[in-house]
């Protein structure tokens, strides 16, 4: 039982494996939180709480002290317009046009398994998880008005999920203006914060700093989850590094707008908020309707980043994403968009997937340009009929062609999108998301589809099954090139449109459930001009996410190592570009931008009838290499080995298999130093006293050798040169290392 309630202390206990977090009903009947950290074993830790008198912090009417207050109180869940000054869980205008909430505990349920989230994505439970739900019941006694608690609980992962849902009890309406989706109270405020902030080409950046006081936050305020911001944040302490240290993981599994706020208060008590942005939202809820705040994923690792990710890692590629790929090889992907970009004939596509397949491709995918006028990026989309003028013998014409030469087809879809220049904008010019009697704010030529509205859903949903349902189709990729504005749906009233933005995802998660769940066989890969929507909503989808646009290597090495602390190399789509790089300029050896590609799912992004005979040797190598590590890459243990954004000379990574007995490695030299300092990779995860071979013999020592002193690498090599380690259980005898001299060190401190 991973979930307790303490009857007589009226304390909720939550055990996970390595955390405990409880919560308790106060005499006055708030919940109050008490505890989340690593693990204890009482139940009723009221001590805990603050007993001072605070000056200027008000007192709820329900006590004569002036030391049970709000504003300095943990409170697992949160009040309003009562005396908590620190960033708020819920906002909302009750029907007699108060702001006041104050919930009190009235019920709750314990029970088997994960809670469900109706239209809305999170994550599930396998048999075996041993997942169980709480629920918690706080109601406002004078509104009426309702908010459940939901947690779900993954002990193995050291996971938590949250939930909220507000339910209108009142006899009149209310506007709902936010709702936090989780809040935690820790009653220390000694923490950095990690998150990872971007921009086009360039995403998830590894950033901390210290928690000062004040509220620092982090969201997306651009109808999508961002390459800005991404919605997972790290809360650690000070010493928290790859191995060390107590790191709280949030991540939102919603792809629209979000915000994070981590307030370090004046007794530095800190308070973490996660949910919806309340820019422009607004809610109408009438008597008895609900409204459903998304998930948010916690997790908590007692020893570091690395188990932190390894969490994340386990509950994105197993209880995330139900398409039958994701534990399945994905195909080596050659795509069209960089080679050919808008300009092609189904001769010059099939010139690419032919000359792919001969550098180790396996499949062919037709990207942005085949359907409608779409010759450039200012008409067409929106229309999903193929241009059969330029492709000549249809989609099935160049499927058949591929699958001829015993290769898989892929397309490009932009389902969300809208070009004024399109047959579809002629015929339903609203709708478009555009405010009335305003011009329409454009992003890459193009408008945003309204999708809080059904029929638009539904017109999008059987245009692109019209496509797929024809066959021949074995991947789409699904873009989404343009930030939101203009949130205004012209089918609702004056007062409804602050719930355009959260009607538009639910329109998404639709229009993703109606094309993506009735195509199990078909793998989808996420695309938002690269990486502006890699989030947790997005990979209960899609087992696979473009990762960004920059396919430079060295640009890539930040790039996916920052995506790595949350989400799992399989879910990352990595390909290998043309040198000079299309967006850095860089020239890079064709080894390490494989190398690099191989952080991922990878592919390539370019013609390989330019290359020379010498690079396509090297691709077919390292396709090879990359199938035969594929099962490491896909699910193995992945250690970060060193950061791109330090001044380690080398950005190494690793993969280990859960049996410890193979383990792939590469180093990729960043940065370089004249007359050097010596380098060496110290891996991880090997089992201390096994001896372990490492590319093939060339060096033969034990798992302790091999991750406390490391492998040596001079540093005053090329630039960008890269190293890939083989690593496997050395089973051979006769070497001054054998098993039998390992057995001698154990006993004598050192090996011959
Ligand atoms: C976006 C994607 C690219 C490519 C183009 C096509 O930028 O990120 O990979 O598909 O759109 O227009």
């Not at 690593?38 to 004569?64: F, H, S, T, W």
């Not at 009750?94 to 006041?100: K, R, V």
């Not at 066959?471 to 939101?484: A, F, M, P």
């Not at 993969?655 to 130093?673: G, H």
Request: aromatic fraction near 12%; charged fraction near 20%; proline fraction near 4%.
């Amino acid at each position: 039982m991973s979930i307790r309630f303490f009857e007589k202390e009226k304390a909720f206990v939550i055990q996970t494996k390595d955390a405990t977090y409880s919560m308790k009903v106060s005499e006055h009947g708030h919940l109050l939180h008490l505890y989340y950290g690593k693990k204890i074993y009482d139940a009723d830790i009221e001590m805990l709480l603050p007993v001072q008198n605070r000056g200027m912090e008000v007192n709820p009417p329900c006590v004569d002290n002036r030391t049970y207050t709000f504003g300095t109180y943990p409170q697992e869940f949160g009040t309003n317009d009562a005396g908590d000054y620190r960033p708020s869980t819920i906002e909302l205008r009750n029907p007699d046009g108060s702001y006041s909430f104050v919930g009190t505990y009235k019920a709750h349920r314990i029970y088997e398994g994960k809670y469900s989230i109706k239209d809305m994505p999170s994550i599930f439970a396998n048999e075996g998880d041993g997942v169980e739900t709480l629920e918690i019941d706080l109601v406002d006694e004078v509104t009426g008005v309702g908010v459940t608690l939901y947690y779900g609980v993954y002990p193995e992962q050291n996971v938590i999920t949250r939930a909220t849902k507000l339910t209108n009890g009142s006899d009149g309406t209310v506007h709902l203006y936010k709702l936090a989706s989780t809040v935690v109270d820790f009653m220390s405020g000694d923490f950095d914060m990690v998150s990872f902030y971007g921009r086009h080409c360039w995403e998830r950046n590894f950033e901390r700093v210290r928690l000062s006081h004040g509220t620092t936050s982090i969201g997306s305020t651009r109808g999508l989850s961002s390459h800005h911001e991404n919605p997972f944040t790290i809360i650690c302490t000070p010493d928290t590094n790859e191995d060390n240290g107590q790191a709280y993981g949030f991540n939102f599994v919603y792809s629209g707008n979000f915000l994070f706020e981590a307030n370090n208060d004046p007794y530095s008590e800190t308070r973490i908020t996660m949910g919806i942005n309340p820019k422009q939202f607004d809610f109408v809820i009438e008597p008895g309707e609900e409204f459903m705040a998304p998930e948010v994923i916690m997790s908590y690792s007692d020893s570091g980043f690395s188990k932190l990710s390894h969490q994340y890692h386990h509950i994105f590629r197993h209880n995330a994403c139900r398409s039958k790929w994701v534990g399945k090889r994905r195909p080596i992907i050659i795509n069209s968009w960089e080679p050919l970009t808008f300009t092609f004939d189904a001769d010059t596509l099939f010139a690419v997937a032919e000359a792919g397949k001969d550098i180790g491709a396996e499949m062919f995918v037709l990207d942005d340009g085949w359907f409608g006028a779409r010759d450039n990026a200012l008409a067409g989309l929106g229309d999903w009929v193929v241009n059969e003028k330029k492709l000549v013998g249809g989609l099935k014409g160049i499927s058949d062609r591929v699958h001829g030469i015993g290769m898989k087809f892929g397309l490009w879809f932009e389902p969300e999108m809208i070009n004024e220049d399109s047959d579809l904008y002629r015929a339903h010019p609203e709708w478009c998301l555009r405010v009335p009697d305003r011009g329409i704010t454009r992003g890459r030529h193009q408008y945003v589809l309204d999708l809080s509205r059904p029929e638009v859903c539904d017109y999008v949903i059987g245009a692109v099954n019209k496509i797929l349902d024809e066959g021949g189709i074995d991947y789409v990729k699904w873009d989404y090139n343009r930030s939101v504005c203009d949130a205004y749906n012209a089918s609702l009233p004056a007062e409804k449109q602050g719930e355009v933005l959260h009607r538009y995802m639910l329109g998404v998660y639709k229009v993703h459930s109606g094309i993506i769940l009735t195509h199990p066989d078909i793998l989808f890969e996420g695309c938002s001009s690269g990486g502006g929507r890699f989030d947790a909503g997005m990979l209960t989808y899609f087992p696979q996410i473009w990762t960004s646009d920059n396919t430079d290597a060295m640009a890539r090495l930040k790039i996916q190592y920052g995506t790595s602390f949350a989400y799992p190399v399989s879910s990352m789509g990595a390909h290998v570009s043309v040198a000079r790089n299309r967006y850095a300029g860089s020239v890079i050896s064709m080894k390490t931008r494989n190398i690099v590609a191989m952080h991922g799912t990878y592919g390539y992004e370019l013609d390989p009838a330019k290359m020379t005979e010498e690079e396509k040797q090297v691709c077919r190598e390292m396709a090879e290499l990359y199938k035969s590590q594929y099962d490491l890459i896909n699910s193995g243990t992945y250690y970060r080995l060193s950061s791109p954004f330090g001044n380690d000379l080398f950005t190494a990574w690793m993969f280990v298999s859960e049996d410890k007995s193979r383990a792939f490695a590469t180093a990729v030299l960043q940065n370089t130093e004249c007359n050097g300092r010596n380098t060496y990779i110290k891996l991880k995860g090997l089992i201390p006293d096994a001896l372990y071979s490492v590319n093939n013999g060339s060096l033969i020592l034990t798992g302790s050798t091999l991750m406390n002193v490391g492998i040596h690498r001079p540093a005053n090599i090329a630039g960008s040169t890269a190293y890939t380690y083989i690593i496997e259980k050395y089973t051979g005898t006769g070497s001054s290392a054998d098993e039998e001299s390992v057995d001698d060190a154990a006993e004598n401190g050192y090996l011959a």
